[in-house]
């Protein structure tokens, strides 16, 4: 089994911040394989699963807050009993020019809270991880306020393409870099 973990803050409020990238994507693999989330309160989670070439590929929103990301990822990880190679976490990324998307194997949190929570829960920062870049053509006073405000409509059929070449991108690292 795979796991992709998209970070976002639950709530409509949130919903279409660049904060919440991570569980757009989600949420557009979910509509494009017809799958839906479940509530999962003892995983902290939101999750729904489908099968791409003989894989289960389980998608994961948590239910806590961004900067508590780590405890639902520990919760996934610990019930499930899996390789954190086999889990990928998908967010923004504030220091990534914009929808730019960049896959790594491991690596620092930079400026996110989200994945300084994973690691700090971790101990680790060995796992992969997809970034989505929101990096702005302007200067910003304020990291928090531009990274929960919502993306602007003229981004949305950039998103959506990028969502695609995404998932095919991630799939094919899943396929060929992941422990069994």
Known sequence: MKVLF???NPGSK???????????????LAKEHGVSFVSKPKLKAE??????????????KPTTFMNLSGDAFASVKNYYDLEISN??????????????TRLRK???????????????V?????????????????QVSDLSSYVLSNIPSKFT???R???ETSETEILKYFKENSAK
């Open 6 to 8: 998209g970070l976002g």
């Open 14 to 28: 949130y919903e279409k911040t660049r904060h919440n990238v991570g569980f757009m994507f989600l949420d557009y």
């Open 47 to 60: 999750i729904a699963e489908f099968i791409s070439g003989g894989q289960k590929i389980l998608l994961v």
């Open 87 to 100: 889990m990928m976490v998908v967010f923004d990324d504030f220091d990534l020019p914009m929808l730019k």
């Open 106 to 120: 491991e690596g620092s949190a930079g400026t996110h809270n989200g994945m300084r929570s994973i690691i700090s």
């Open 122 to 138: 971790l101990k680790s920062q060995d796992f992969p991880r997809f970034k989505i870049g929101f990096k702005p053509d302007h």
């Open 157 to 159: 059929d950039d998103l």
């Open 161 to 163: 393409e990028l969502f």
